[in-house]
């Protein structure tokens, strides 16, 4: 297969298989998305998931949020991990949305990454699922596919996320960042994989990675 050829056997199995897309991280509106984003560092989705209820129960706006000290959020947030920088990122942004923004969650990838604790995949995520602008945001899943799929070196996730917006249509990367999340998650993971199941990889999978899969197998 031509790069192209293997793109668009991407693009046309993730469709297939995830025609409908979930979010994986529940919320209500721009501000509890980015809440529960900042919370995901180091985290799982199921995890934060679990808590975020408790921790909207009692401030699922900036206003409310800031009545609340970063000592109550921390003993909220506390089982996602990482509470200390996060209640204070949740606390310090939450303050300057009412300062600075109105109450308002800003609509900018600038104005996103200048807020505690956000940076550029918080603020990517937030633009493409909150607000429906076209990024890519790469977790763990997908820069780990991207290079099992020989469409990046693995380097870093800067790198990772170039190749992406370079390879895949602008149109499609909200669906696709999400799509290739949900198939990592299933298909293709970091542990227990079985590349008989992961169609993507065992079809135009780079070399390297399944001869070294079919290897450890043997062994």
Known sequence: MTKQERVN???NTLYKLYPEIPIPLDHKDPYTLLIAVLMSAQSTDVRVNQIT???FERADNPYDMVKLTEQEIREIIKPVGLSPMKSKGIYG???ILIEKHDGKVPQSFEALEALPAVGHKTASVVMSQAFGVPAFPVDTHIHRLMYR???SNGKNV???EKD???LFPKELWNDLHLQIIWYGREYSPARGWDL???IITKTIGRKSVIQAYYKLKKS
Do not use: G, H, M, Y
């Open 196 to 198: 008989e199941k992961d």
């Open 158 to 160: 800067v790198q990772t």
């Open 164 to 166: 992406a917006k370079r």
């Open 9 to 11: 056997f991407v693009i």
């Open 53 to 55: 209820p408790l921790l």
């Open 93 to 95: 942004l939450s303050k």
């Open 149 to 151: 799929w020989n469409f």
